[in-house]
């Protein structure tokens, strides 16, 4: 019985090779005859007017929404009433309120972040018209700014969470951010390491696949419209870098 479960398991992981091994033969046969011609004037950077406004303005959008999101539930802990000790519940109404107040504060990090980095490469390129250096300078400016109010409010979604937790508050004087993920993971029960163990583990299998599907697409993007290796060699080397920094914790684990 065993052994039948695990054949018809293994058949639709069959198929599913198969087919993607057929699309894949059909569209490389396609590209290497010739018969998908990319247009050479193909331009992917939406504008209305100037080049790029429409990612920065979606991105600054991004940033704006969280920044509300972020604030708004800064406030609704502030009133929030401790729970009382004799609840039951896995997790109170104010703890789930402040996980989703801390999403919203890492998302808007990382986009902010992006929205500003880009700001600085588009900024820093020749520009010969007038026009678009105001933008660009428009463009730096307005992210920076929103960058350090992220940074500040994240800082105070920080505070609140050792305000809330004081058994094990986030040690903003330490020497290293190491050094404090370290005191932070040492003050958890088990309980809560567990399932820093499977966020950490569901992450990584996410990171990988996400990685694989952009070397693909950059693979995909070289034939149809030019070789461009660096995306390619950046995305393997954090591939790479990702997978030996798990190997190293595991084997460290066995010592």
Known sequence: MMNKSNSNSKLPKTWKLIIFGLIGGVFGYALSSGSFVVPQNIDFSLSLI??????????????????????????????????????????????KLFNATMKFSNYNIIISFITMVLAMAYAMRSVSVDRENTYMLVNLIASLVLFIIVAVLQN??????????????????????KETERELFAEMDEGEQWIVYRSAYSAYRTANAMLIGGIVFFLIYSVAFG???LPIIVLGLVWLGQNMAYHREVNRQYR
């Open 227 to 229: 070789f461009t290796p």
């Open 156 to 177: 105070r979604t920080l505070a609140m969470f050792n305000q809330m937790y004081p058994h094990r508050k986030i040690n903003f004087n330490a020497s290293t951010s």
């Open 50 to 95: 100037y080049e790029y406004d429409i990612l920065f303005a979606f991105l600054m959008l991004m940033v704006l929404v969280l920044l509300v999101a972020n604030v708004t539930g800064l406030v609704r802990l502030k009133a929030m009433k401790e729970p009382s000790q004799s609840s039951d519940l896995p997790i109170t109404p104010k703890e």
